[in-house]
């Protein structure tokens, strides 16, 4: 079964950073986009960052200087940089992956479990 196992979250002081992480566990042929979201309490799931492949990077205009996404596929993993954090970012941190379990199949969007992030004022 593949999973996406998330790590790195908690609570920090406005201007801290954190550092996210995100693994896919399981047996997989071929890693598309893999990004990040968030989801505040009340709000709607939003678009952190994302990375369609190694080269090419996405950001959400609220975190663009802020914050970077990096990958790398031998070891699977996508990596949320945060910088200069301040208390609107708090939020649950979802992973989330495209990816394809065998050759000629489907590709599959997968999420992780959530991580919160927690900054304080």
């Known amino acids: 079964q593949v999973q996406l196992v998330e790590s790195g979250g908690g609570l920090v002081q406005a201007g801290g950073s954190l550092t996210l992480s995100c693994r896919v566990s399981?047996?997989?042929?071929?890693?598309?986009?893999m990004g990040w979201y968030r989801q505040a309490p009340g709000k709607q799931r939003e678009l952190v960052a994302s990375m369609p492949n190694p080269q090419d990077t996405n950001y959400a205009d609220s975190v663009t200087g802020r914050f970077t996404i990096s990958r790398d596929n031998a070891k699977r993993t996508v990596f949320l940089q945060m910088n200069s954090l301040k208390p609107e970012d708090t939020a649950v941190y979802f992973c989330?992956?495209?990816?394809?379990?065998?050759?000629?199949?489907?590709?599959?969007?997968?999420w992780g479990q959530g991580t919160q992030v927690t900054v304080s004022s």
């Open positions: 399981g047996s997989v042929v071929n890693l598309g986009t």
């Open positions: 989330n992956a495209n990816i394809r379990r065998r050759l000629g199949g489907q590709w599959a969007d997968l």
